[in-house]
């Protein structure tokens, strides 16, 4: 089994997808009743976006082994993807069932609930997660989106700054403390922020809308054109994007 494992291991690290599900399936022919191995594979199904056969092996490791947290949080990851938040949220809450102090997973249940709409749910969540660990950057931000969600711009734009005292470089709160500042009408604000989160990832194709967009707001539509074309360059077939494109053309042209 080990040896089957091992390889199986070694060709994912090399790509070799063809033999990886091979080595993986063989070590539970050995094993079948290893709820790491079902884990394993289950990861590697997921990754080839093999959705069904991933969650059946979550599935068995949960039933192989039902005390086992990491199954449980697997197949909560594995329904945020498929969007499916119902299933998310009765499996983070299974896992803190048993780590009831984990500021990790009330995070992951509060994206889970904001999937599902639970804006006040969701909201409380994010408070256990960060009274559990204060200095969790990202629970402070995903605070902010959920009082963003609610139209507290205000409340959002604090949390958007304190999550970016925290972590200065987190790009996603620069991105979406912009978002909040432009609801404020704070254009100058917006910009500044928008080419920060592009600075560090300058492929982020919203960013570069937001941005053209709050540029055409300002009445700087040439450089509007200029953020929205490398946004489309990014993401060719979103077609609000060409719709905002074409209407500044037209702008420019009369």
């Not at 938040?85 to 102090?101: H, I, K």
């Not at 987190?170 to 100058?188: C, I, M, Q, T, Y």
């Amino acid at each position: 089994m080990v040896a089957h494992l091992a390889h199986a291991v070694e060709l994912n690290h090399q790509k070799q997808d063809a033999s990886v599900e091979q080595e993986y399936r063989a070590a539970l022919q050995i094993l079948p009743e290893r709820p790491v191995l079902h884990e394993l594979l289950g990861r590697y199904l997921q990754q080839q976006g093999r959705m069904d056969g991933a969650m059946a092996e979550f599935r068995e490791a949960a039933r192989l082994q039902p005390d086992r947290i990491r199954p449980h949080y697997l197949l909560g990851f594995a329904f945020s993807g498929m969007r499916d938040f119902d299933g998310a949220v009765a499996e983070y809450r299974s896992v803190l069932r048993q780590e009831l102090d984990s500021a990790w997973m009330h995070n992951r249940l509060g994206l889970a609930l904001v999937g599902k709409g639970e804006l006040e749910e969701a909201l409380r969540e994010y408070r256990t997660a960060i009274l559990l660990r204060p200095d969790y950057a990202a629970a402070h931000c995903n605070f902010g989106d959920a009082l963003f969600a609610k139209g507290d711009f205000e409340g959002a734009i604090a949390r958007y700054r304190y999550a970016l005292h925290l972590s200065p470089d987190f790009a996603e709160a620069h991105n979406n403390l912009g978002a909040a500042l432009v609801r404020k009408g704070d254009a100058e604000g917006a910009v500044e922020e928008f080419r920060t989160m592009l600075r560090l990832k300058p492929d982020n194709a919203r960013a570069h809308f937001n941005l053209g967009c709050v540029l055409a707001q300002k009445g700087d539509q040439r450089d509007a054109l200029a953020e929205i074309r490398a946004a489309i360059e990014l993401e060719p077939d979103d077609q609000t994007m060409h719709e905002v494109y074409d209407t500044l053309m037209k702008q420019i042209r009369r």
